[in-house]
């Protein structure tokens, strides 16, 4: 369950930064002070979001390195899902953060894994047309043949949102 617990000091004016804010901004020095302090690295907010799925989101490598490195003592699932199923990998790959799901998928996260619409990566990546994550994702096994909920695969589904030269891609 999420803490309530500020981080900081608000500055005069200022709401209280979260840890989950802290992540998806990369404030490092907020990270590192929750972590001295002994604070949990699995811990998720309201929408189930991890920490790890707040910095995946954000496009922060150098920050996704940091969890992860930070993470190593706590057991930390790579692929946690959020109530849509979303691990960070989706994020990533959605967002079409290449560094982030390159690190990712070099930490083990599963590059098939599913959301409740069962789409893959694979298919957000087609959906948003981000070709550098999208060869990321093949070269690590991506399927280029799961399909999601109402029967499309990747091809179709970046067809369907008019990426030809990515459909070709995942032919």
């Known amino acids: 369950m999420a803490s309530s617990a500020p981080l900081m000091p608000a500055r005069r004016g200022q709401p209280k930064e979260t840890i989950f804010e802290a ?32 910095a995946a989101f954000s496009g922060n490598e150098a920050f996704v390195k940091l969890i992860l490195e930070a993470a190593a003592t706590q057991q930390v699932n790579i692929d ?8 960070p990998l989706h994020y990533a790959a959605d967002r079409g ?28 990546a087609a959906l948003s047309g981000r070709k550098e994550v999208i060869e990321a994702l093949l070269r690590e096994g991506g399927s280029r043949t799961a399909k999601n909920v109402v029967g499309m695969t990747p091809r179709e589904c970046a067809m369907a949102a008019d990426h030809e030269e990515l459909a070709a891609l995942l032919q």
């Open 23 to 54: 992540c998806r901004r990369g404030n490092a020095e907020r990270f590192f002070d929750y972590v001295q302090k002994g604070g949990c690295l699995t811990e998720y907010d309201d929408q189930k979001l991890t920490l790890l799925h707040h």
């Open 80 to 87: 946690a899902a959020d109530g849509e199923g979303w691990t």
């Open 97 to 124: 953060n290449a560094g982030v799901v390159r690190l990712l998928l070099g930490e083990g996260a599963n590059v098939n894994a599913r959301d409740t619409l069962k789409r893959s990566p694979l298919h957000l």
